[in-house]
């Protein structure tokens, strides 16, 4: 059962934050580093219940806020400089999830870097111990007054809106919000931005938080006025200068002003102009309806790598060039240096050129490795031709035992695709004969940077979810 008693924190080494989420905080051993921890359910925190995004109850962005802000109070970081969400938290109506927020030793400046984590609380070992990332940013010392209040209430000249409308077409949308989450009372639209008055039910604690989840979040809301109608799911993404002033409200009043494309500061005041709190930037992002829906059936899974068949096009052999001594059907030069002098006395240049790395041992191979990387990337003769390095057995497809130095290439060759995208190509071999038997000018056509051929097919990495086992 989820139960909804406190318990001594002091007994397990923390020292108790007031929080209806963070329970505890630790000092990480001898270092200037903070461990806060706590839970999060439908059942402990029911308000979260009201906040339904496609079908599945998501933790507002809002809320790691304000967490992050509680956290932020406790070390001497009162601003929240920065937050980005990496993933959303998910939950459902059964289980409970820990949340814990690392935050690190405070730099030169005083700031501090934060990871938001979340994992399952019960489940086999192995699902205990996967977290997921859902955000990370800084934490800063520097804590400025929150700006005075400067605007008429009700604005002067400006439009009145409906609230009931918003909230109308954030349902046919997918924002299933419950009462808690529809804090919009009145709203205008003025020549400078957004104003709207807020106000929680009745029965809210708003007392519990900096600032409750269903009035900050109703404010970020008020954002969607200005939108042109159409189906599209956004949701906050990043968050700069966040500042608390007065805590407890149950009444406020907002004004959102425009911050770029995409993006608002937001400045909320209670109902007597008193600052409650201060953002000087959200940036939304549109968010895959798919993507929650995987995040609540896999979140904290464990993920495993398969290799699946991809179909091969004969492609064109003679935009293919072969250096060194690798059997493969293509134009065959020595060395690198050959094919670009051949290209310099006008020989047509090659859209794939393979290459292979033949050192026997693991730092040898890495070595030549990046010697080929390093000249393939320096070169300018060749023009938009990619690099395919040729490794055997460098990968385990069928759980055989790779290559050490083979796959010392590989990993050395995924780091350079991600530096620079689409001018490597990795492919691995079971065998050499297969090399001669393959249609290498089909390969750039697949839009795969990494492949096996196991067996004459030619194999991609997929991630799939594990099996119990």
Not at 21 to 43: K, P, Q
Not at 319 to 343: C, I, K, M, T
Not at 354 to 377: D, G
């Amino acid at each position: 059962t989820l139960g909804t008693a406190p318990g001594d924190v002091s007994a397990a080494g923390l020292i108790a934050v007031e929080h209806p989420v963070l329970a505890g905080r630790a000092l990480v051993g001898d270092r200037d580093e903070w461990l806060f921890t706590g839970r999060i359910s439908t059942t402990h925190q029911p308000w979260t219940r009201d906040h339904v995004v496609a079908g599945t109850v998501v933790v507002p962005g809002v809320a790691l806020v304000e967490m992050s802000l509680t956290a932020g109070r406790e070390v001497g970081c009162p601003v929240l400089d920065e937050l980005v969400i990496e993933a959303p938290l998910v939950l459902d109506e059964t289980a409970a999830r820990q949340v814990q927020i690392v935050v690190g030793h405070a730099d030169e400046d005083g700031r501090r870097e934060f990871v938001i984590f979340s994992r399952p609380e019960e489940g086999d070992a192995e699902e205990r111990y996967e977290a997921t990332c859902h955000g990370r940013g800084w934490l800063g010392a520097e804590a400025e007054a929150l700006p005075a209040w400067d605007a008429e209430w009700p604005p002067q000249d400006a439009e009145a809106l409906s609230a009931e409308a918003l909230y109308t077409r954030m349902a046919d949308i997918g924002y299933d919000y419950g009462a808690l989450f529809q804090g919009v009372v009145e709203a205008w639209q003025a020549e400078d931005g957004v104003y709207v008055e807020l106000a929680l039910p009745d029965d809210a604690d708003a007392g519990a938080f900096g600032i409750h989840p269903g009035l900050f979040d109703s404010a970020v809301q008020s954002s969607l006025f200005g939108e042109k109608p159409d189906d599209t799911l956004v949701m906050p993404f990043s968050w700069n200068g966040v500042r608390i002033g007065r805590t407890g409200v149950s009444r406020a009043r907002a004004r959102l002003t425009p911050a770029g494309e995409a993006a608002f500061r937001i400045d909320i005041v209670d109902e007597y102009d008193e600052p409650v709190l201060s953002m000087e930037k959200l940036v939304f992002r549109p968010v895959d309806r798919a993507q929650l829906k995987r995040a609540a059936e896999t979140q904290g899974s464990l993920y495993q790598l398969d290799w699946i068949p991809v179909p091969v096009g004969t492609g064109r052999s003679a935009g293919v060039a072969v250096l060194g001594g690798l059997s493969a059907e293509g134009e065959q030069y020595e060395d690198l240096s050959a094919l670009e002098q051949a290209v310099a006395n006008g020989a047509q240049a090659p859209e794939l050129v393979l290459a292979a790395v033949e050192a026997p041992e693991a730092t040898a191979a890495a070595v030549e490795a990046l010697a080929l990387v390093q000249r393939w990337l320096a070169g300018e003769r060749l023009g938009g031709a990619r690099l395919a390095v040729v490794t055997r057995r460098a990968v385990a497809v069928d759980g055989e035992a790779p290559d050490a130095a083979q796959a010392a290439v590989w990993g050395l060759l995924r780091s350079a695709q991600s530096e620079h995208p689409g001018r490597f190509l990795l492919v691995d071999l079971d065998t050499d004969a297969v090399a001669e038997g393959l249609q290498w000018g089909g390969l750039p056509d697949l839009d795969e940077p990494q492949v096996a051929v196991r067996g004459g097919r030619v194999l991609a990495p997929r991630l799939s979810r594990a099996s119990a086992g």
